[in-house]
């Protein structure tokens, strides 16, 4: 047996609002090796941990792996006691294999076709012992399944479950059966562990933050530092106790959000329904659910019955759904696809109808229990966020690194120093070690979250709420931005425009208002079509089916009570909803009159087939009728060829090129011998007789146009990605300014293979005229950032999956130039979002959070407009209910970046200054005393680094992004510079201090304190009190990102503060500050004026310095080497593209075989 093993989620696993995949879900493809503990090497490691004084043990803790190494010898899986388990981001995670004793003969209560599986679940020993081996990680439990060699999550015993499994479980489960179960799936409870102030005080003392910390003040006391060391260790402590009540607050917050235990009713196979507590659900479980509705703990199939269900806590859609019963079939159940027949685990259920006869509500079969229900995937996203790779936080790690090559270097320097000195070796040792905890600033990783804390406090006035916080930095990046369309770009309202019926000759004239349609199938399809629901009298339901059924003006009637007295009315049948024509006043205009029609089966609209149908009888149960509503080209595709009017796609093109919504209706009677309770979705949506189109006026948000705009100057491409029609689309694109009014839109389509012809591709103009010299100057004009593109590339859902499928040499290429992605359904939106981040594009999206959620979360950044304060849906909530919140973002993203990179250089500046200030104070024999690094620390540098971040972003989004790469050149470079500025400036003020003629050198045969107040000492501390000050206002950036430093109030009053006092300390310092801080007391006023005008041409010299760099000045070293392509593929694409006349080839048919285009290399 293989001693390495993996966890491959299978793609047909359960899925949740997102699809599981590598990115969405880490989880779900990893790589796991076998431990198993071995006594000599525990014990061995046990005396080791004494011996080092637990230094073993803190080790083990940074690096759980080490400890498994150390204590454990691999083994195969099946005989494990530790696993080490590598993620799809390549994290290491040490977790322990569970063993659980089963009831003999628990086997034996499973049905026959599933004993193989669930004997697979457990491992037999001779002992006659059934133990159940598993682990838990991320809050799922993975069981070993023997037979095929691995640990495998527990829903793959249930995976494959069809539509006809679950109905087979509506008779219940029995007791003895359930208890199995819950003892494989284990408890059905979402959570988040609070762990006590104990345990969490451990390991936050354990961060290596605080781990240095204390090793410092441990150092600086052994050195006399008492009153810096005590100081620093009420810093710390204070620190600690804000960070553990802010932590566990975050942890009860969280934990009362996830976890959800409450009384629910299952039926027993007996056929008793019994009220039990929501822990013991398991899979399988028949669920009643009451008709006032619950807010439900698991995720469930509809089997019987109707649900009006608020989703907003996952999706952050506000109007409420309404679920319909699951289809009876051989299918495979797949939540993901079957959404409006999945009852999700968090969302609150307000009425359930319909299910049951005469007590009204509904049944269902749960499905999913725990941390592998819908809401438990998403509280598992924010427990364990997937690693944000940013290389701004990658390159913050390496430069610590470098930081801690220059305190070895200074740490060797020392030492030769202190032993030429001959101090005694118990104080060279501390000295030396003093180097490192000066060279490298414990507070840097704390004082660079500081520009993302002001942001995210200034978001959250503007109504944008960040579940994130590191993503805020990502948003100062991104280069492309996805919308959706509908209730982002335009308003979620639609306005009904206007009706055409299809008639043998063609279409009839319009009729701009339906409710003066004549009687017939079509003003019966527009009232009857629909899944609007009552909730206390009030209709509720999809924005664009309740206008559609306000513009008919008939009423909605639904059951009361249990509904006999409408079924009678109808035939018998189980009446959901009637839909009855308005008053004869109305029915006066008109030659006939219209009938009451009952729904008595329906479903509904689903964005992967983009339609819904109804079934519907007249009073009495005659005349049944079924009718189909959806997008026209699929509507049009299920009807009979014949009724489907020839001006068809000229009609559609006209309507949707004037930006209108269209949708499309078709009908059929239905025999009097079918079933109508039973009969399937696949029967009744096909053959039928094409009524006509329905359109709807959708606006554009008056704030979208403006948005794009900015975008554009600021030269970030923006991109629209819908459901709707590819045209309606392009239209939309054009009034909020995506496409240009002197840009031709090209259409790319592709026809996927069959057995007949291979697959096609061809990119056709709009007009669909023929190409001339004009165009293809044009098409060479194209801008990366769609600036001045004489063309834009518009494509559908199915040419998309084609161009994936079978033209993946031209995916980047289409990428590069589309704009408009229509037809385009939840998995696709986040297959383009995966592949525009392949070509290396931060990829931002803004949706509304219902069909987006998967896109949203994929997303680089992903913003929902919601009312919710905070959805899970994505990592930002705007209660802006429009695209105005794109660049405020974007600008904030950008100003935090800006900012950390400056308080990242000040505190390594920082370091650097009293690196250079301790160096020469020890080569004289003296050192820094124990009030001035307090004064520098506190005083200055953390007063400073405080409010330096408070500056708000620039009004003006600019066409240049802020850096990322912190081993840039510039960056580097800079710090270089100022660094051999502050060595020549402390150098310079030491040395005018030994040329003055009243100078007394020290006295060598005493070291360090000993030895102050000094001379020496005095003019170091005066001009690096200066520089401390110097690079705080050196690296504060304003333009073009910030705003200018003087917006910046508190800052610029500190700085003057803290000038004012640097300046007193050094001219006019008193007897008393003198005392305090251990300096000399010179009274000669022209040399202390000397050194305030070195500090000035220190800052003179450091301020041009970095205005030459931002200017550019260093990339002239650039040109010493050969000129090599961007890194970013996007950026090389557009290079190669825009040196190809040949693309894109108009009007010219391309196979997968062709190789026309140039391939990127």
Known sequence: MDRRGSVVEPQSGLPSPSPRDPLLCPDSHMDVQGYKFVRWRVWFCRLAAMLTFGVLLIVIHWRPRLGVLARCCSCPLALAHVLLIRDVFGQQHVVDVLTEEMEDGSLELMGEQEVTEWRDTVQLYKEEKTLLRYYLYEGLRYVWLDRKGAFLRVSVLNEDWTCKDLYGFQNGLSHLEQSFRRRIYGPNLIDVPVKPYIKLLFEEVLNPFYVFQFFSITLWMIDDYYFYAVCILLLSILSISISLYETRKQSITLHNMAQLVTNVTIRRNSGVEECVSSVELVPGDCLIIPQEGLLLPCDAALLAGECLVNESMLTGESVPVLKTPLPDGEGRYNSETERRHTLFCGTQLIQAKGGRAGSGGAVAVVTSTGFFTAKGNLVSSILYPQPINFRFYQDAVKFLLILFFFAFIGTIYNFVVLFRANVSWGALVIRCLDIVTIAVPPALPAAITTGTIYAQQ?????????????RINVCGKVSIFCFDKTGTLTEEGLDVWGVIEARPAGFSELVPEPRFLAPGPMLSGLACCHTVTLLQGQPIGDPLELKMVESTGWTHQEPEGDGMEL???????????????????????????????ALVQRFPFSSALQRMSVVTVAPGGHSALAFIKGSPEMVASLCRAETVPAQFSSKLRSFSSEGLRVLALGWKPLDNNTDLRTIKREEVEKDMQFLGLLMMKNLVKPESASVIN????????????????????????????????????????????????????????????????????????????????????????????????????????????????????????????????????????????ANDCGALRAADVGVSLSEAEASVASPFTSKNENISCVPLLIREGRCSLVTSFGLFRYMALYSLIQFCSVLILHTMSTSVADLQFLYFDIVLVTTLAIVMGQGGPSNQLHPCRPPANLLALPVLGSLFIHTCMIILGQLAALFITTSQDWYTPLNSTVFGIANLPNMEDTSIFALSGFQYIIMAVVVTKGYPHKKPLYYNVIFLCLLIILFSVMTWLVLYPGSVACLILSLYNISDMDYKMLLVALAALNFLVCFIVEVLIDSGLLNCLRLLRRKRSSKKQYKRLHTLLSNSPSWPPLHQTLFPADDTLIRLS
């Open 567 to 597: 079924d009678a009315e109808f035939g018998g049948y189980k009446v959901l909803a009637v839909m009855r024509p308005p008053t004869q006043l109305l029915q006066a205009q008109r030659t006939s009159t219209s009938k009451a029609v």
């Open 458 to 470: 200034r978001l959250k006035r503007k109504g944008i709420f960040c579940i994130s916080p590191p």
């Open 710 to 849: 900015i975008l554009r100057h600021a030269q970030l491409r923006s991109v629209m990605v819908t459901g709707d029609n590819i045209l309606t689309a392009v239209n939309v694109a054009k009034s909020c300014g995506m496409v240009g009014s002197d840009e031709r839109v090209i259409f790319v389509s592709a026809t996927p293979q069959t057995a007949q012809a291979m697959a096609t591709l061809r990119f056709t103009l709009e007009d669909d005229g023929t190409t001339s010299a004009q165009s293809s100057v044009e098409i060479n004009t194209w801008g990366l950032y769609q600036g001045g593109s004489g063309h834009q590339l518009a494509i559908n859902g199915k040419s998309f999956a084609v161009l994936c499928d079978h033209f993946p040499e031209y995916l980047p290429k289409v990428l590069m130039g589309t704009t408009v992605f229509a037809r385009m359904s939840p998995d696709q939106k986040t297959q383009l979002v995966k592949e525009l981040q392949k070509l290396d594009y931060r990829v931002g999206m803004c949706g509304d959070g």
